[in-house]
């Protein structure tokens, strides 16, 4: 018997209606009670489609208004005392006030989603408030959908707030849970465990099966179904078959069909991806579902298909051959419930059988640039800069009239001519407030780029580009992650023009601001029909060719930023080193093509960068500038001793708040303990797009006059 889910589904809205409730929640336009009204009706619109899609089993908590593991230490009444008081207390926590900084945030796994990491400490007292599950359920029981909640494990839960010694406590809520879904009439609850399928040591194991083997001893509880996502259980699988759960969700697309025999057992067999935008082979998908020995099937995704957009159909721009090969979170469902039919009736359906394309990279080997001090020299000598520099990541705010102008080339209702006049006095007016407050190294703003991946994207072969399809990163954040489809190739000079006419406004050294291979990849979807390491070197082999034409156009800093380094390191230790050598080497292949005299940036945030510090030294960078401000002293605790410039942020750009100019000096000064003088640059954690030009001068006035008060201290 087999019967159709998903692990989770999108919650921003086919139009991004979530993004635009929020937003207009936190400007005051609108109150608490509409966001929660638009809340309501984005669920009710989810699970009245998922029905009639025909899925036999509807999740519910998928929904979150900022995030799922931040909902989840509500849940269990982890809020830090200090945010109680707040109006807000839950968007205090994840986005800060005036007077508090929010908690930190940093990548779910190895996705480009974000999420808002739960301070746990041994003060913490965990009570339950189920009022977001059960309001959930009688919500779409009252539609007439019966549904299983959905929660962060408790394993997985302390695993991403560094807590798991905390792991008794937090079992007796999670039993109170299990109790109040029973009297709710719940007939199964999801525990979402990824951090399964990382490497385990034998006391973590021990937990997975005293965790559940505790859970599923509750008197009265609904049957439980542990999911595991992006990748293999491993050991965890027979911990887990060892306790008396009723399911277990098995990422079958980057996982492989366990030998373990699981008779009795419900085999939630994630055979549809939900991370990538291909079509399924059905073929394959049987043959894996054929292979799995269980009691009873249900045909899942390998993970939540919150990392997806919404509907293939919504795009009218595609060429109708790569259209054709495309699945997005609807048609995925769909898949999922044809595969269940298939299976049930025993159809025999053929592999496809497409070919694997043969890799096109260049392969010639580039010199080395000289060593670091060598470099340093010669680019002292040429900027001529203060200690303590300052400079910012690269956007500064993306005005609505520039929205708008945009939106009206691309709808044909404004002139290129006016459009490129218009972004032109954007960069004027960066460059101008720039000099005024005083900053060292410039940047032009990035007016003419609608997201930092998507962008190249435009002007490179080898990517489609999407007008509809939307993916959260966090809160109101969302990115249309492009789709590579073939061979990359750069045409032509991308950035090259907005660069030089910044450059020509300002005697100040303006940056050079492009994305590194390693990210635009990360951040679109990728190819299936080739190894990730082979499209990375292509579109490296890009990036250098524009790397050469802004040195030539006389750009003497050029930054070439890899976020998502970190983010695509394999949950598994035996799979990282081969994964980090070639991550880096891609890079030095885009950056290694310059002058010494030509100071080469990068930049990474929220991705526990402390975690890869060699690899980020093998960049080879002169200067990297890192996400610290939100994270504390993770980064400052890891860095004493590093050999080239480095610019830990001083302030957290995702917050609304204004940091003081003692605020900063305070952060400059825990640099400076650990890094000389020489080496620091003052900077903050990210880029300013999503900020407002009056938090951003404000902002960018005191840390200018934090580096001024510490530089005469040097």
Not at 258 to 273: H, I, K, M, N, Q
Not at 437 to 452: A, F, K
Not at 675 to 695: E, F
Request: overall charge negative; some cysteine.
């Amino acid at each position: 018997m087999s019967s159709s889910t998903v692990l989770g589904y999108p919650r921003i809205g086919p139009n991004r209606e979530l993004k635009r409730a929020l937003e207009s929640y936190w400007d005051g336009r609108t109150t608490r009670r509409d966001l929660e009204e638009e809340g309501a009706r984005l669920r009710a619109a989810t699970w009245s489609r998922l029905a009639g899609l025909g899925l036999g089993e509807l999740p519910s908590n998928t929904f979150s208004f900022y995030d799922q593991v931040l909902d989840t230490a509500v849940l269990l009444g982890a809020v830090p005392e200090r945010y109680l008081a707040a109006e807000d207390p839950y968007f205090a926590m994840a986005r800060g006030t005036d007077g508090l900084a929010p908690l930190r945030m940093t990548k779910w796994f190895d996705t480009n989603y974000h999420y808002i990491v739960p301070e746990i400490g041994p003060e913490t007292v965990f009570k339950l408030d189920a009022t977001k599950p059960l309001s959930e359920v009688r919500e779409a029981r009252a539609l007439g959908h019966e549904t299983r909640p959905v929660v962060v494990g408790p394993l997985t839960f302390l695993s991403l707030s560094g807590a798991l010694e905390r792991l008794e406590d937090v079992l007796g809520p999670y039993e109170e849970l299990l109790a109040a879904l029973a009297r709710e009439g719940v007939a199964w609850v999801q525990f979402d465990e990824p951090a399964l399928v990382t490497d385990l040591t034998p006391a973590q194991l021990d937990a997975v099966r005293a965790a559940y083997a505790r859970l599923g001893a509750a008197p009265a509880r609904p049957k439980i179904v542990v999911a595991s996502s992006f990748g293999d259980l491993g050991p965890a699988l027979p911990a887990l078959a060892a306790t008396p759960v009723e399911g277990i969700g098995l990422d079958l697309v980057r996982g492989s069909v366990p030998e373990l025999a699981l008779d009795g057992r419900t085999v939630f067999a994630g055979v549809v991806s939900g991370r990538d935008v291909w079509r399924t082979d059905p073929g394959r998908a049987l043959a894996k579902l054929r292979g799995v020995r269980a009691g009873r099937i249900v045909v899942s995704t390998s993970c939540s298909l919150q990392h997806v957009p919404y509907d293939v159909a919504a795009e009218d721009g595609l060429e109708p051959a790569l259209a054709a090969r495309l699945a997005f979170a609807e048609q995925k469902v769909a898949e999922v419930v044809e595969l269940a039919r298939l299976l049930a009736d025993g159809a025999a359906v053929p592999f496809d059988e497409a070919p694997v394309a043969a890799a096109s990279v260049t392969r010639e080997v580039r010199p080395a640039r000289s060593p670091y001090p060598v470099r340093a020299a010669a680019q002292a000598g040429h900027l001529k800069l203060p200690p303590l520099p300052t400079t910012t990541i690269g956007s500064f705010p993306q005005t609505g009239e520039l929205r708008a102008a945009r939106a009206g080339v691309v709808a044909g209702a404004l002139p290129e001519d006016d459009y490129e006049k218009l972004v032109e006095r954007e960069i004027e007016h960066a460059i101008q407030v720039q000099e005024d407050l005083g900053l060292d190294v410039l940047v032009h703003g990035e007016p003419e780029r609608n997201d930092m991946v998507q962008y190249f994207a435009e002007h490179l072969d080898g990517f489609a580009v999407t007008k509809n399809g939307w993916v959260q990163s966090y809160g109101s954040r969302c990115t249309r992650p492009p789709i590579i489809h073939g061979d990359v190739r750069r045409p032509a000079p991308i950035t090259v023009r907005w660069a030089t006419y910044a450059q020509s406004l300002t005697d100040r050294p303006v940056k050079g601001m492009l994305t590194g291979p390693v990210t635009i990849v990360a951040w679109s979807f990728d190819r299936d029909d080739l190894p990730q390491r082979d499209v990375v070197f292509q579109v490296a082999d890009a990036i250098a060719e524009e790397v050469r034409d802004l040195e030539a156009a006389g750009l003497s800093v050029i930054q070439v930023d890899e976020p998502a380094l970190r983010e695509l390191l394999p949950l598994r230790a035996a799979e990282q080193p081969a994964y980090l050598e070639w991550a880096v080497a891609a890079y030095r292949r885009a950056t290694s093509v310059v002058a010494d005299r030509t100071q080469i940036h990068t930049h990474l945030c929220y991705s526990d960068a402390d975690q890869i510090l060699a690899a980020i030294d093998g960049l080879d960078a002169d200067v990297t500038t890192i996400e610290s401000a939100r994270s504390g002293r993770r980064i400052l605790d890891a860095v004493s001793g590093y050999a080239r410039g480095l610019g830990p942020g001083v302030y957290d750009i995702h917050s609304p708040r204004v940091p003081s100019a003692d605020e900063v000096e305070e952060r400059l000064a825990a640099t400076l303990k650990v890094l000389p003088g020489d080496r620091v640059w003052v900077n903050p954690d990210c880029g300013l797009k999503t900020r407002t030009y009056a938090q951003v001068e404000a902002s960018l006035g005191n840390v200018v006059e934090a580096a001024r008060r510490v530089r005469a201290t040097l």
